[in-house]
């Protein structure tokens, strides 16, 4: 079943060669009975002409932000209220740039300025300028503006090159819009998908009434769990000993120990495969080696007590190593150096992104409402601004979900 069906598609074309592609799109769209209005960039002309795009879209195609004809007809910003979705196919490099930087030069930039409908881009560019971190660095910009990306594609490009950069071909734009403009999809793109977070600090027993453990508060675990869960994940929350309730549809397994989280683990990735690994718990380093089953007593005679501690397992290390979770994310709690430890622990742990925050300072981190953190993958890192830890899941979430695609 189309959604497509008398919406109303802006569909935004820049320069590329990806441009021609877009003739098979706007064939696509109309096949589903939706209105689309074409916008071609100045580069987009050196490309495809606006005659072919006027036949097969029905509508005269737009050009230009000065042209006082089409602007009696539907001015830009009508245009940008007309339509319920922006889509851009192909978005150049440059677009994209000029996007991020809000600038409305021309008619595409100024409609994405001026429209409160959602925004979808379909990047195609040279995979070296698609690596460049300018270009990376725009894209989570876009993202932290709920900009949607379709691809690209990775494969053989026009110039030789072979890597990420091609746009994704026009049937897979076609579905991912499709599938976008389904209400339940719209709110709910994690359905299907079973992500697995750890939070708070696990308690290492010492005797039967004392332990070891930490501050964490869990506070960024439940907020992730929370992100997770609604935008359609189902959601498992492996949870160290905290005095927060559970998010709305999530299933929260209670543990102690280090030992008991990594059961909890591979139970849970035995009984249902996971999309996303999130190990967000502060975990011990070590416990102690025996726990005594009574209570320990003073010594009379001593000052000092010795108690023998051996090392935990590393959780997210394991899920890495044991292949339990597709996409795995860890967080590194640092005073210093925050970034080139976070790094070297990214690499050391085998994860594919890692969330470095510094817990030296008092205003954000552990036990605060607000955090501030660093993004490090392989080939990225993004560093949003200081934000209320509900407000960063969500970002977070959004940022995990596009970049593991
Ligand atoms: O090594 P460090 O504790 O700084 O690494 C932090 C990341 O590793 C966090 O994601 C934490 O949840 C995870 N971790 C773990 N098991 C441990 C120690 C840390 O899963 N024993």
Redesign the pocket.
Known sequence: MTLLKGKKVLLGITGGIAAYKSIELVRLLKKAEAHVQVVLTKGALAFVTPMTLQAVSGLPVRTSLLDPEAEAGMGHIELAKWADVILIAPASADFIARQTAGMADDLLTTLCLATESPVLIAPAMNQAMWKHPATQTNLRTLLERKVHTIGPDSGAQACGDVGYGRMSEPLDIYNYLNNFLSPSKELQPLAGQHWVI?AGPTMEAIDPVRFISNHSSGKMGYTLADAAAKLGAKVTLISGPVSLTAPDNTHKIDILS?LDMLAACKNVSQKSPIDVFI???A?A?FRVEEVATQKMKKQKDTDDMQLNLVK?????ANVVSESMAKFVV????ETQNVIAYAQE?LAK?GLDLIVANDVSRKDIGFNQDQNEVTVVGKDTTWSPDKADKTQLADLLVNFIMQYKN
């Open positions: 750890t280090a190990g967000a718990a975990v380093d935990n397992p590393d959780i997210i860890g967080f590194a709690a622990k742990k």
